[in-house]
């Protein structure tokens, strides 16, 4: 019976270890969809209402981030708009990690030390993940700029 109970634990907390890592990139819009809600709420727009008020804006902002990634040609403009994603994810990489550390681990120093190297982590994880996102940039060998999977059509086709 111990052993199902270790067994189900060492699942339960790789499951949330692969949930963190792949809700990584919807971090900032989560926090901005739940910050107009509240925002909404405290207005007196009531609970439908700011519910719909934190979706709609969570949506946009991860739709606007995603639409300004592809679109923006600098590197810099585009690592800048990935750093505004990556950070808010690094932020609740830290705090998830250090939530899992203080499960086993008694010294406040290492716990420190695993939330930090998870911050990074999963702020790189964020980064990664985003600037996934955009077009794939031309090769010198032909590839075509702006075209994220290429399509077969009837004419490109060979017999």
């Keep these: 019976m111990l052993i199902i109970g270790i067994t189900a634990c ?3 907390i790789g499951l949330f270890c692969w949930l963190i890592f792949t809700l990584t990139v919807y ?7 739940l910050t107009s809600g509240m925002a909404a709420f405290h207005a007196g727009l009531g609970a439908p209402g700011s519910l719909l008020v934190g979706l709609v804006t969570g949506i946009l902002t991860l ?3 995603r639409l300004a990634f592809a679109w923006v ?3 810099p403009l ?3 708009i990935a750093a505004v994603f990556a950070i808010p994810a690094g932020i609740a990489g830290y705090h998830a990690v250090l939530g899992l550390s203080e499960i086993g681990i008694a010294s406040l120093a290492w716990r420190e030390a695993f939330a930090w190297i998870g911050a990074v982590v999963i702020g790189c994880t964020a980064w990664g993940r985003m600037t ?5 940039p031309a090769r010198p060998g032909g590839a075509a700029a702006g075209k994220s999977h290429p399509v077969l059509t009837a004419a490109t086709r060979r017999n």
């Design 10 to 12: 060492i699942f339960g």
């Design 73 to 75: 040609k600098s590197v």
């Design 78 to 80: 585009r690592a800048a």
């Design 132 to 136: 996934g996102l955009g077009p794939i």
């Design 63 to 65: 739709g606007g981030g």
């Design 27 to 33: 971090a900032l819009p989560f926090f901005v969809g």
